[in-house]
């Protein structure tokens, strides 16, 4: 079990840019896929970013490509979220998740370790 918590949250300008963090505790993430998910009152949860550990192989969801990045650190016991250009439709609380074995990295229900979320708030 690894236990996970974001950072980096708050409000910013359109076209601003923000940077999460997602800090891994009781483990490190080096053997962890992991991911960023986010979600918007009475919406379901949408898939942002993810990494294989594997292969490194990342993805990103079509609504943050090309303007959000992922990383980890290279002690492997942080995760972040590196969003520019933001949108007022990025506004969202973010979640960091991570498991060790997941075949379709942009599945909500591949993880079973969340963190407890940040607030993003985009204006415009």
């Known amino acids: 079990q690894v236990l996970l918590v974001e950072s980096g949250g708050g409000s910013v300008q359109a076209g601003g840019s923000l940077r999460l963090s997602c800090t891994a505790s009781g483990s490190t993430l080096s053997r962890y896929s992991v991911a960023w998910f986010r979600q918007v009152p009475g919406k379901e949860r949408e898939f942002v970013a993810a990494m294989n550990w594997g292969d490194g192989e990342i993805t990103y969801g079509d609504a943050v490509k090309g303007r959000f990045t992922i990383s980890k650190d290279n002690t492997e016991s942080a995760m972040f979220l590196l969003m520019n250009r933001l949108k007022v439709e990025d506004t969202a609380v973010y979640y960091c998740?991570?498991?060790?074995?997941?075949?379709?990295?942009?599945?909500?229900?591949?993880?079973?370790?969340w963190g407890q979320g940040t607030q993003v708030t985009v204006f415009s």
């Open positions: 998740a991570a498991d060790r074995t997941v075949f379709y990295l942009a599945t909500e229900t591949a993880y079973l370790n």
